[in-house]
């Protein structure tokens, strides 16, 4: 009897718990949704969510890289500081994180719409970037070729 009445106490304390913490800690913010929450925004917006860099450089990668920015991205993109159409990619490895290249390149529609650094930076060049149509592959082997580019071995 003793035993069926502890069980029925603990059930009750716990059932009586607080929802929120005791310690007066906040939610950081009640309205973002789940995915919000654990999205990093200096990884863009997009299926790349983590990108293992090698060293060093897959050198079979950088030179599907290269052809790949000769065919389609070298009308748009100088590989110095220069802006042409779009910004120079001088030092660009250095400044984003691998993950928000590649959505940037591979999800470049959502990446203008949602992403605050795509926006400030269609703002600059006042011309959207158009989808070039790669896969995930191809945004490797260009991110391999701009790593390169920055003087990465």
């Not at 718990?17 to 863009?44: L, Q």
Request: glycine share 6%; charged share 30%.
């Amino acid at each position: 009897m003793k035993y069926i009445l502890g069980i029925a106490m603990a059930c009750l304390a716990f059932s009586c718990a607080p929802d929120k913490p005791a310690d007066g800690a906040k939610e950081s913010n009640p309205n973002k949704s789940a995915v919000e929450a654990i999205t990093d925004p200096t990884k863009g917006i997009g299926a790349i969510k983590n990108v293992t860099l090698n060293t060093p450089l897959d050198q079979e990668r950088v030179k599907r890289g290269v052809e790949i920015y000769n065919m389609k991205c070298q009308a748009c993109h100088k590989l110095d500081d220069k802006r042409v159409v779009g910004p120079g990619w001088k030092d660009i490895t250095t400044r984003r994180k691998p993950e928000w290249i590649m959505n940037m390149i591979l999800n470049v529609d959502v990446m203008l719409e949602q992403d605050e650094e795509a926006q400030k930076m269609l703002e600059l060049c006042l011309m959207r970037m158009p989808n070039q149509n790669l896969s995930i592959g191809d945004a490797r082997d260009v991110l391999e070729f701009m790593r390169q580019n920055d003087g990465e071995k």
